[in-house]
C-alpha cells in the first residue's frame, strides 16, 4: 500500500508530540530582549578594525574548503565506479555518517590543531558523499554512445571515453554546491580552534562585541552568496594551488611525538586494554551516556524536522511572483538565500547567547537553516510546472495550485532532510544540549577516545536507520523516481 501526504503528516506530528516529552525547551537567557536589540545594533553598525585579521581568516576559510573539496571530490571519483561493491560502499557510508565537527574532534588527537585537521575534517565524509552521487551520474549516463564503441572496449574505456564526459555537467554542477557546503564547514570548524571566520565570531560573541561579529558574518556572506558567480572552472586550480600555499603558511603548535600511535593504542576499549570487566564499561557508556544522548538527538532532530517542515510549507511561496509578486519573491529570495547560506551550528550558537541554554535554540536554527533548503528548491521547482491562464493568484495559487501539485516533492524533500537534520542534531551537543555529541566531546576532552569511538559508532547506526527509513517511505509514496536537491541547477539526482 503506497503513503500518502496525509499519512506522513500523521506520523510526523505524532512522532513530534512524542518527541516533547524528552527535550527541555525553557529558554533561560537573562534578557534575551536586551541581547536581542545589541545584537540588531551590531548588524547596523558593523565594526571592521581589524581588516587585515578578518581578511586572513576569510581566506583561510575559503582555503580549507577548496583544499577540503578537492580532496572528497579527486577520492569520490575514484570511488564512484566501484561504490556498487559493498567494500567501497560500506566504508563510504559510514565516514559519510559522521558530521565534520566530529572528524576534526578526534583528528585533533593525532594532527593537532594544524591545516591538515580541517582538510581531512571537511574531505573524509565529503568523499564519501562524492563517491555515492558521481557513481549516481555515472550510472544514469546516456547509455547511446556506448553502442558506437566496439563490443570488446574494456570497462574502463567505456568509462572515461562514454560515461565520464557525460557526466561532467552534473558532476560541476554537485560539486560547486558541495564547494557550498564546504565553505559553510570550514566556518564552522573555527568553532574548535582552527583560524577560520568562526573561530573570530565565537570570540566576538563571548566577550558581547557585536559589532566585531556582525562584521565577521557579513564578511561570510559576502563569500558564500556570490559563490556561483566567482568561482569559474578554468580558474579552479588556480584557487586550489593558492589555498594549499595559505594552509603551508599557517603556523600550529606541535603535536606530541607518537600521538598517533597513543590514539590507535586507546581506540582499544579500556577493559581489552587493562583486562577488567566489561560489564561497568559498557554500562557506563551505552546505558549512561548513548542512550540518554540518542533519545536526545532523535527528539531534538524530530522536533526540527517538523519545524522545517512547517517553515517550507509557509515560506516556498514568498519567492514565487504569483503569489508575492515580483518585488516580494525578490525579498522572499534574498531571506531564504541568507537562511539556507548560514550554518545551522553558527546559527545555534547565536541563538543560545539569546535565549540561553535548551534544545529550543538548536531547533529553531535547524528549523530554519533545513526549511529554507526546502521550501528554496520547491520555490525553483514551482517555475517549472505549466499554468493553466486561468489559475489565481496570490494565497489562493498557493492553497488550490501550487502546493497541491508539489506535495509529493514537498514531502519527499523533508524526507530526504531528515537524515541531515540527525546529524546536524548529533553535534549541537557541543553547545551544551545532551546530545550525542556531548558525550563525544565529554570523553574526547578526557582523552577515553574508546568511549568517544562506540558513541560515534551509535551515531552512525541512528544515521543509517534513519536513512533506510526515510528510503522506504519514499519508495512507499510512489514518488517520483528522481528528486531534485541542493544544487543542481535543474538536473536530477535519485533520492
Not at 557526466?167 to 560541476?172: A, K, M, T, V
Amino acid at each position: 500500500m503506497s503513503l500518502s501526504g496525509r499519512h506522513l503528516l500523521l506520523g510526523l506530528v505524532g512522532s513530534c508530540l512524542l518527541a516533547l516529552f524528552f527535550v527541555d525547551l525553557n529558554a533561560g537567557g537573562p534578557d534575551p530582549w536586551l541581547t536581542l536589540s545589541r545584537i540588531a545594533q551590531g548588524l547596523l553598525t558593523p565594526s571592521f578594525h581589524n581588516p587585515g585579521e578578518l581578511l586572513r581568516a576569510a581566506g583561510l576559510t575559503l582555503a580549507f574548503a577548496f583544499c577540503g573539496v578537492a580532496f572528497g571530490a579527486t577520492i569520490g571519483l575514484v570511488l564512484a565506479p566501484f561504490y556498487r561493491l559493498r567494500r567501497v560502499r560500506w566504508p563510504c557510508i559510514a565516514i559519510r555518517a559522521l558530521h565534520e565537527i566530529f572528524w576534526a574532534l578526534l583528528l585533533l588527537n593525532i594532527t593537532g590543531l594544524s591545516p591538515l585537521t580541517g582538510v581531512l575534517a571537511i574531505g573524509l565524509p565529503y568523499t564519501g558523499i562524492f563517491a555515492k552521487v558521481f557513481s549516481e551520474y555515472l550510472d544514469e549516463a546516456d547509455a547511446r554512445a556506448e553502442a558506437a564503441l566496439p563490443q570488446v572496449a574494456s570497462p574502463l574505456l567505456r568509462l572515461l571515453w562514454v560515461r565520464l564526459p557525460a557526466s561532467l555537467p552534473q558532476i560541476r554542477t554537485y560539486s560547486l554546491y558541495r564547494l557550498e557546503c564546504g565553505l559553510r564547514s570550514s566556518a564552522v570548524l573555527g568553532f574548535i580552534g582552527l583560524p577560520t571566520l568562526g573561530f573570530h565570531l565565537e570570540s566576538y560573541f563571548k566577550q558581547a562585541y557585536y559589532a566585531e561579529a556582525a562584521a565577521v558574518f557579513l564578511i561570510f556572506l559576502a563569500l558564500i552568496l556570490p559563490l556561483r558567480h566567482w568561482v569559474r572552472w578554468r580558474l579552479v586550480p588556480l584557487f586550489i594551488g593558492m589555498s594549499i600555499w595559505a594552509l603551508a603558511q599557517v603556523p600550529f603548535p606541535p603535536i606530541g611525538q607518537g600521538a598517533a600511535w597513543r590514539f590507535l593504542a586507546d581506540l582499544v576499549p579500556a577493559p581489552a586494554r587493562i583486562e577488567a570487566d566489561w560489564l561497568p564499561w559498557l554500562e557506563k557508556v551505552l546505558i549512561d551516556q548513548a542512550l540518554p544522548g540518542a533519545i536526545a538527538t532523535l527528539s531534538l532532530s524530530q522536533i526540527a524536522l517538523g519545524g522545517a517542515t512547517v517553515m517550507a510549507a509557509l515560506s516556498f511561496p514568498i519567492i514565487v511572483p504569483r503569489v508575492a509578486g515580483h518585488i516580494g519573491a525578490m525579498l522572499g529570495h534574498g531571506i531564504l538565500v541568507i537562511l539556507r547560506s548560514t550554518p545551522e551550528y553558527m546559527l545555534a550558537f547565536v541563538l543560545l547567547q539569546i535565549l540561553g541554554p535548551s534544545m529550543l535554540p538548536a531547533i529553531i536554527a535547524l528549523a530554519l537553516h533545513n526549511g529554507a533548503i526546502i521550501a528554496h528548491l520547491l520555490g525553483r521547482q514551482s517555475g517549472d510546472l505549466t499554468i493553466r491562464p486561468d489559475a489565481p493568484r496570490g494565497l489562493n495559487f498557493w492553497a488550490w495550485e501550487l502546493f497541491p501539485r508539489l506535495t509529493g516533492n514537498f514531502w519527499a524533500l523533508c524526507l530526504y532532510r531528515w537524515e541531515i537534520i540527525l546529524r546536524e542534531s548529533a553535534i549541537m551537543g557541543l553547545l551544551g544540549i545532551t546530545t550525542l555529541g556531548f558525550y563525544v566531546q565529554a570523553n574526547l576532552q578526557q582523552l577515553r577516545i574508546d568511549r568517544a569511538l562506540l558513541l560515534l559508532s551509535v551515531t552512525i547506526v541512528l544515521t543509517a536507520l534513519i536513512d533506510t527509513a526515510s528510503r522506504a517511505l519514499r519508495r512507499r509514496m510512489q514518488a517520483q523516481q528522481v528528486l531534485r536537491i541542493e544544487g543542481t541547477r535543474g538536473s536530477a539526482t535519485k533520492a
